[in-house]
């Protein structure tokens, strides 16, 4: 008892499960272990022919851990008809999967920007809400300028609130005349003027 | 200032971006425009020991040969790998405290458990990290004599992986080392260094591995505790999932995950369940499904 060395072979390369094909792969992803479904979606990285396949997954796949594998090899992806199917799910009426297609859409700088336009229109403002989260944690240099554009236009309050939220933490005091402006034009939304209350003096660094 | 270059490499912006690129799509590792001057610095010395004079040649033979060898020198220079013994602790008061007792008692208890008690360290750099957690649990963990533990290190650099190996360390290394530790466990080696004993050398199991590759990760299974800190936060969110990912399939369910103290995983991937111990925030994978 006490440390023991690893027992041979000591090359992680020795003991490397054995690779499957890709056609193997396509199929695991519909195995009944989630284990192998998840293993499925990651091994299936890079393989371009399989990405309908990984698409048609996260419709139908019950276990998180495996649709957030699938996702992350999609999010490898980044194009625009990728993040378009992706962007599908943000209507979903499953929170989880409208959480994970958000998180999956922020790594994917290159391709939500042209899916922008349509999701700050939808009609559905849970949608615009969802948009609000992915450009929260997207790394693009435009983030707040759509930011700013759907806090000072979006028509519902709770959208706005969204985007103050994702605007907050790039924000500084030169935009205290933008978040002022959404508490004018939603003043019986008193979620909406808290969270301005609550950031001012921040902004300002008076808080 | 479009189209500038810096001196030394004689990088322009253009071939900046270019490289950067190609870096990241080779190790995950991305580099933004405030990394520069290290950038620089570091391909400026790669430069000066390959066969070319400039920048263009050099990245023309890296991209063209695929020599995995200017690659390997290259992902050498640009990581960084300072660290020294018994770094951020606490972390280890928490695993000695809480997370082995609990890994103990989801695997059946002292009389019952089947095979070794797994802990990897990765990135293990020159050591460090790995030797120091053999210490304290040769030195504090009242189980030690009554179950076996493994204790693996993996990186990407090589470089950092045969200095490991050696176990040599200076003064800045073991500055938190005890005094009756290093008495115990190291001999001088001369120019005020120490090397670890090879009873604890011999116990810690190498091996080079880039996190974010997801087919080499795939032989790092069933891990009981992992120490994946101060790594993430060079990654892109992309880069940052397949890390996460991969650490998941490393660890049995119900493993223990800890970060550097300013790394958030929530802020990375959900795959893993926060817990909060006395010593701080330690993530875990999950034990059901769903």
């Known amino acids: ?207 | 200032m479009a189209g500038a270059a810096t001196a030394g490499t004689g990088l322009s912006d253009a071939d900046f971006t270019r490289f950067t690129e190609y870096f990241y799509k080779r190790t995950g590792i991305h580099f933004t425009p405030a990394k520069r001057y290290f950038v620089d610095k570091r391909i400026d010395t790669c430069i000066r020991a390959s066969p070319y004079d400039t920048f263009t040649g050099w990245f023309a033979a890296l991209r063209s040969s695929d020599n995995s060898g200017m690659l390997q020198d290259l992902i050498n220079q640009l990581t960084v790998n300072e660290t020294y013994f018994l770094r951020e602790d606490y972390q280890f008061d928490s695993m000695l405290s809480t997370v082995l007792p609990n890994v103990l008692a989801a695997r059946g208890g002292v009389n019952r458990i089947v095979g070794p008690i797994k802990i990897l360290s990765l990135p293990c750099s020159t050591g460090e990290e790995p030797y120091s957690i053999a210490l304290r649990l040769l030195e504090e963990w009242d189980q030690i004599d009554h179950v076996d533990v493994e204790i693996h290190g993996a990186d990407i650099d090589s470089e950092v992986l045969a200095k490991a190996a050696h176990a040599s360390y200076g003064e800045r290394s073991l500055q938190r080392v005890p005094k009756p530790w290093l008495n115990k466990y190291f001999t001088s080696v001369g120019a005020g260094r120490y090397q670890v004993d090879e009873g604890i050398r011999s116990a810690v199991t190498l091996h080079r591995v880039n996190i974010c590759d997801t087919p080499s990760m795939r032989a790092f299974r069933e891990f009981d505790v992992v120490f994946c800190r101060n790594v993430l936060i060079y990654f892109d969110e992309l880069s940052s999932r397949r890390a996460a990912e991969n650490l998941y399939g490393a660890m049995r369910p119900g493993g223990y995950l800890f970060l550097g103290h300013s790394e958030s995983m929530s802020r990375i991937s959900p795959i893993f369940t926060p817990t909060r111990l006395p010593e701080g925030i330690v993530y875990q994978r999950p034990t059901g499904g769903k």
């Open chain 1, 1 to 207: 008892m006490g440390l023991v060395r690893k027992q041979a072979p000591q090359q992680p390369e020795e003991v490397l499960p054995e690779k499957r094909s890709t056609e193997a792969l396509r199929e695991q992803l519909a195995d009944p272990d989630p284990d192998c479904r998840r293993e499925a979606a990651l091994g299936l990285e890079g393989v371009a022919e399989a990405v309908p396949d990984l698409l048609a997954r996260v419709a139908v796949e019950t276990e998180t851990n495996v649709r957030d594998a699938v996702l992350t090899t999609l999010s490898g992806y980044d194009t625009e008809q990728v993040a378009g199917s992706l962007a599908v799910h943000l209507a979903s009426d499953d929170a989880a999967l409208r959480t994970a297609v958000a998180e999956a859409l922020a790594t994917m700088p290159q391709s939500v920007p042209a899916l922008l336009p349509d999701l700050l229109a939808a009609p559905d403002h849970d949608v615009r809400v969802m948009t609000a989260m992915v450009l929260a944690d997207m790394t693009h240099p435009d983030t707040a300028v759509w930011l700013i554009r759907m806090i000072s236009e979006d028509p519902h309050p709770n959208v706005v609130t969204a985007a103050i939220d994702a605007f907050l933490p790039v924000a500084g005091p030169e935009h205290a005349s933008v978040l002022e402006g959404a508490v004018q034009r939603f003043p019986d939304d008193p979620f909406l003027r808290f969270t301005v209350q609550a950031a001012l003096p921040r902004l300002s660094g008076t808080a």
